[in-house]
């Protein structure tokens, strides 16, 4: 509560908290002061104990040890009443600082929309209420691949642990890659070996070429071995490092690649075959890095028998997919790339423990060009999850500028939805569009809506063209008069 603007808490932390702690309790400051305009007391737990405590960290005043603190792993959090006010703790600095924003949301309405718009309601009679809160991710790795979402404060307030920002520890870091891309020209370059021996590459139709490494070539795997030890021990602060394919579909025909291929019945068993045999040596020596590797065009089909190694996690790339409709209702439909998809899907299921997704939400062939996926977007992310995937990849415009074709907000959905699958997309579209559009927020939402039904019965690829049967003219007409209308409420204030 507030008495003649003197405030009732005090926000404390350990006299030895981490700096994303620190970072926490700072906002919940900055913001209960936005909110009431009143400035609690940050205060550190060398001081004798105070009623009506916020405890940031489960470190401040010791008082994890007198919780039961149930199962949030290492980035959920713990909101809950005690003796003298309210705990906020996480496992990890990072836990405590996603808990801090979800304390504001709680109590003086806080929310990001995007890097430059923001929300928090005004309180005249600041109570924290009674509280019992345990949360956590649906997902171990959560990344929006739009250039807007490379922002690290819409990241950490959001709960986006994206390897595409640069998030500092400070601000609770991040799930840091070394890369996430296409990485064996940089593990084996052609350039330095392709001339002198081009039997470490990949034999095409009788003849050796740049394109992929031989990976059944012992001399090629202690090549790759050395540059991958060396890439770790200089990179220290990544946990996560890439052994994946070029980003050109063929693979090596040697008659001992053909082999492994042959016996998985799939191109991914020499690439598993390799990653694992990799990923036993990087266990011993650094026990707490991962290997990520790609299922992507001619890798998506699982291996027969060859399961990736715990320390091995697989990207499946739905690049060849339609976004029109979510995957459960095209698969029911008969759609071939979405049932192709889906029993990729249930097969690297099976066999591995780190499943993650690479996704797209954006036209490749022209970056403004709108791809109405948002609603198929929230239902695929909740589809990802029930098939067991573990980490998901949204891309959209990455690119200097970046923003079109609605990218804020599919940033802002993808956060959402990462974190928690059950978020009502509708709700968050409409809530998005009022706050960030104001008054001309409704007709960006009845934007969205009727390019999200003009692609139904279409296929909505990452290739279309300003051609496709979908952009019609009549649409074209009543968008740019929806947004017509959103400018002119916009400018006169209406």
């Not at 050796?208 to 090549?223: A, F, G, K, S």
């Not at 409709?325 to 439909?333: A, D, G, I, Q, T």
């Amino acid at each position: 509560m507030i008495e003649k603007n003197i405030p009732k808490y005090y926000i404390v932390v350990s006299a030895k908290a981490h700096a994303a702690e620190k970072y926490a309790a700072a906002n919940i400051q900055k913001y209960v002061y936005k909110s009431t305009g009143v400035c609690y007391p940050l205060i550190n737990d060398s001081i004798s104990p105070l009623s009506n405590e916020i405890l940031v960290g489960f470190s401040a005043r010791n008082v994890g040890k007198t919780l039961e603190i149930p199962d949030i792993g290492n980035e959920g959090y713990v909101i809950k009443t005690v003796k003298n006010g309210v705990v906020i703790g996480g496992n990890t600095p990072r836990g405590t600082l996603y808990g801090a924003f979800a304390f504001l949301r709680k109590t003086v309405g806080f929310e990001c929309y995007t890097k430059d718009v923001e929300k928090v309601d005004t309180v005249t009679d600041f109570t924290v209420p009674e509280l019992d809160i345990a949360e956590k991710p649906e997902f171990e790795y959560r990344d929006a691949f739009f250039r807007n979402a490379f922002d690290e404060e819409f990241c950490v307030k959001n709960g986006l642990n994206t390897s595409s920002a640069y998030i500092s520890e400070r601000k609770g870091g991040s799930e840091r890659f070394y890369t996430i891309g296409h990485t064996f020209n940089t593990l084996l370059p052609p350039d330095k070996y392709f001339n002198s021996h081009p039997e470490y590459f990949s034999l095409i139709n009788g003849e050796r070429q740049p394109d992929q490494p031989c990976l059944t070539n012992p001399v090629v795997y202690e090549i790759i071995k050395k540059n991958l030890f060396k890439q770790i021990e200089e990179n220290p602060e990544c946990r996560i490092f890439s052994v994946a394919q070029n980003d050109v579909d063929v693979c090596c025909e040697c008659p001992e690649c053909k082999a492994i291929n042959d016996r998985e019945e799939s191109a991914s068993g020499t690439n598993i075959y390799f990653v694992n045999k990799l990923a036993k040596e990087v266990k011993k020596r650094f026990p707490n890095v991962l290997l990520h590797t790609f299922a992507y065009r001619f890798t998506r089909k699982a291996p027969k028998t060859l399961k990736p190694d715990d320390n091995v996690i697989v990207r499946l790339c739905n690049i060849e997919c339609d976004w029109s409709e979510p995957f459960p209702s095209l698969v029911k439909n008969g759609n071939e790339s979405a049932i192709e998809f889906d029993k990729n899907l249930r097969e690297w299921g099976k066999i591995t423990k780190r499943l993650y997704v690479w996704d797209y939400a954006v036209n490749f062939h022209n970056y403004l060009l709108p791809f109405p996926c948002l609603y198929q977007m929230a239902e695929n992310i909740k589809y990802y999850k029930e098939r067991g995937v573990v980490g998901v990849f949204e891309q959209g415009n990455y690119t200097l500028g970046g923003g079109a074709a609605l990218d804020d907000l599919k940033s802002y959905l993808t956060a959402k939805t990462l974190w928690n699958t059950e978020t009502d997309a509708k709700n968050a579209v409409t809530e998005f569009c009022d706050r960030v559009y104001g008054k001309g927020g409704k007709y960006i939402k009845e934007y969205v809506d009727i390019m999200s039904a003009a692609v139904k019965g279409y296929r909505l690829t990452l290739y279309d063209k300003p051609s496709a049967p979908y952009l019609t003219d009549e649409l074209a007409e009543k968008c740019n008069e929806l947004f017509e209308k959103a400018l002119w409420v916009a400018e006169n204030k209406q």
